[in-house]
């Protein structure tokens, strides 16, 4: 039994509570109790106790869209639109890089970037998933590993039968493992078939697993959908059976009153990602429009080759101020409901909404702790609001997954997570140099 | 004499430069050279060196707008719409607690902010400006302190003419002091009469001073100006006399293509505040115009009343991410570009282009050094990119202003900075009761 107890804590359930001198019990990797600090001493005399006077205690983050093996191509490509950024840059530095060893070491540079900043459970979509899956448990880390389809061939596989059949046997293999989930990954309406998302379909029905898709990223797919199959890509993803209380939407920036009525109709999820957004020039999704018509929203950061930080706080962040600004109403995404976006809305999306995502007894030990004692961090009003637009990832002190300090005093806690990324100093090199030998001639970056 | 020799220099001038393995070399506080480390060395070799093997170095950041002492009031009224947050929030609190101590407090918790973070310089519009000067001499920072102008009383003065007396007296006294400049700071058009502009443009001409204004932040302010005045409140300003090249447009978000010819064929400089625009509903500002107009952009914080973090780097991030995404076009706002608006964009505004705001021989030594040899920051292909878009203040480890360290290993280097920031801690929390006893009733804050 162990008691934490800070300064406050924000549970997220009940919706906009903020709890001075409480303490969170837990126990096997749980929380069991969120009581009154004198009371949980007096119940539990024995447990170790975690004080933290100057803290606030909120649910761990979770990053609902990232492609976290990308780290290794971080600012490989900046200043370029989506397609171009897409096709030019970043599919040709793939198509020479990728392989079970640079996923499994761009994910252990974003787990870690993730953990030190208090992200507790990332969704990802990327080829050698298993060796996303394999880095994440090696970092202590909880996530959701996509099963890709795309219709292109890759050095993961020949094509999208063979990345299904690939996938599976990966969640049959990882299936026990506490930290995992699984999500069916087809990559776009523009680079998977018809064909493909039907098996995509019935085999989520059959399987339970949510299903993730990048979707109305940019105006000139919505153009390009309406041109070869005469509808808009949501509507052709509803139309093969997609759609449903299982399905994220990621980007989902251009969408009119009748996409955000079919979202909410089917009770999808969106993925929103900012930052991404606005960089590749995509635009900026009208997530006040679905907050009112009640989609479940929440927050990613997108691979670190789009955004290029892996931090959710200031991606929340972005997304309360975008909203507000481009809604023009300074009352919507309030400090709560961002708060909520990037905990429990992320969670609910991968279809973990009654296991994580709150500080609720019952559900997993998932916790971040963010220090709100510094000198600079004076005064603080309201602890949430200071958290959202305020605070920095820096302020994340300790996190906690099923119970298990995974960073703590701003490190990494574990010895294997401390001894994969300090193997990294050296590959991250090796990557660097791979990259800059892999680019096009003309382009000259000059760091290393 | 003194060399610094990061792993990287980018200068700002010549544009896009980026410098490996080179030294600046600094005495009596000015930059003296910027050559290659192995010449640096041979030529003086009796230099102390600081070496930087892992480092950025830039120059230091300039805070285009902010209102330094409002760091008291950070958080004590969010999600709230601009004119609403003015007058049911800070104004009420304002005219209780406002004073000279208010204002020295507040601004040397918001100078100690603003160097942790790399910024050297920052431009100020506040009442008791002479408590802003002192401060931010205390904390051996340059500052451009704001003679306010405005139509109401205050715990400063009785009105414009009170105001202006008071402003030139503090000018009159201060102005020897190396690091301090001064501006003539008509608070808006809204708030400021047509005579009281009159007389700050006559003096501006006499003395030779920036005038800074808000400025087209919100369409009400638009819309009311053209009721009242038959005019545009930049017209209004043209025709009072006040643009020019010394004349700063803050905020300036609701422009149209002739406001937006005004601002250039004058010559004028634009503080571009995207968080506060964003978090007060005000709207965005059209920077991408502004730039191919050739108008000088510099950044802003605003207060930490409406930001609410005196981050210039978040800032101008969401500046650059911001201006790709409103325009449609993700090549605008380059990194070089993005540093150069939160460099000697502002320098130039402030009338200061010819002794900060980029690192050439004959300028002060206002430098800027970011730590990105953490394996987390691996692997870096553009520094300058990894900056903008990857880079977060907490990476800030030096910082020099007139070549005198005053951010060592992330800590405030001079003992002065350190002791008024240590009596902080107590007075923050003074002030977060004087704050929270004033709250309207029913404004509940859990803080504290």
Redesign the interface.
């Known amino acids: 039994m162990e008691l934490i107890i800070p300064r ?1 804590v924000a549970p997220v359930v009940p919706d906009g509570v ?1 709890l ?1 001198d409480h303490a969170v019990a837990l126990e096997h990797g749980r929380i069991v109790a969120l009581a009154p600090a004198v009371q949980a001493r007096e119940a539990w005399p024995q447990a170790t106790v975690t004080e933290l006077p100057g803290h606030l205690l909120v649910p761990g983050f979770v990053n609902l869209h990232t492609h976290a093996p990308m780290s ?1 191509l ?3 490509g ?5 397609q171009a ?1 897409l096709r030019e840059r970043i599919w040709p530095l793939e198509a020479k890089l990728m392989g079970p060893e640079f996923v499994a070491d761009g994910t252990v ?1 974003a787990c ?2 993730m953990l ?1 900043g208090g992200i507790t459970c990332f969704n990802d979509m990327y080829f050698h998933p298993e060796a996303v899956a394999e880095a994440a448990l090696d970092m202590g880390m909880r996530a959701a590993v996509g099963i890709i389809v795309v219709e292109f061939p890759s050095s993961y596989g020949s094509g999208p039968a063979d990345y299904i059949r690939k996938g599976l046997e990966m969640r049959d293999r990882l299936r026990d493992e506490p930290r995992l989930s699984f999500t069916l990954s087809p990559h776009a309406p523009y680079t998977v078939s018809d064909d493909s998302l039907r098996r995509v379909s019935s085999l989520a029905a059959e399987l339970g697993l949510p299903v993730q898709c990048h979707v109305h990223e940019t105006a000139g797919e919505i153009t390009d959908s309406l041109a070869e199959h005469r509808r808009r890509p949501l509507q052709r993803l509803a139309d093969l059976g997609l759609l449903g209380p299982e399905f994220i939407a990621i980007h989902a920036v251009h969408l009119d009153e009748a996409d955000i009525a079919l979202l909410a109709r089917h009770g999808a999820s969106v993925a929103h990602c900012p ?1 991404s ?8 999704a009208p997530t006040t429009r679905l907050m009112t018509a009640g989609v479940n929203l929440g927050v990613g950061t997108d691979g ?1 080759a789009s ?3 892996l ?1 959710l706080l ?1 991606e929340a962040r ?1 997304a309360a ?2 909203a ?8 919507v995404w ?2 709560h409901q961002t708060l909520h976006a990037m905990t429990l809305g992320g969670a609910r999306a991968l279809g973990l909404g009654a296991r994580i995502g709150s500080i609720e007894p019952g559900k997993q030990a998932d916790l971040t702790a963010v220090d709100l004692a510094d ?2 961090s ?6 949430v ?2 958290l959202i ?2 605070a ?3 302020q994340v002190t300790h996190v906690w997954i099923d119970g298990q300090l995974v960073v703590r005093a701003r490190q990494l806690h574990a010895e294997r997570a401390q001894l994969r ?2 193997e ?2 050296g590959r ?2 090796l ?2 140099n791979r ?2 030998d892999t680019l096009p001639a003309g382009v000259r ?4």
């Open positions: 406050w903020i001075s290794l971080r600012g490989a900046d200043d370029m639109p989506l950024w540079l870690a970037e030190m930052h957004n606005l960089k590749l020039a995509s635009g900026i670190a955004n290029n930080r931090d200031s972005t101020l975008l507000k600004g481009s809604s023009g109403d300074a009352t309030s400090a000198p600079l004076q005064p603080v009003f309201d602890p609001a200071h637009h305020a920095g990832r820096e990324l300090a990294m100093r991250a090199r990557w660097h990259v800059v970056h000059p760091g290393g």
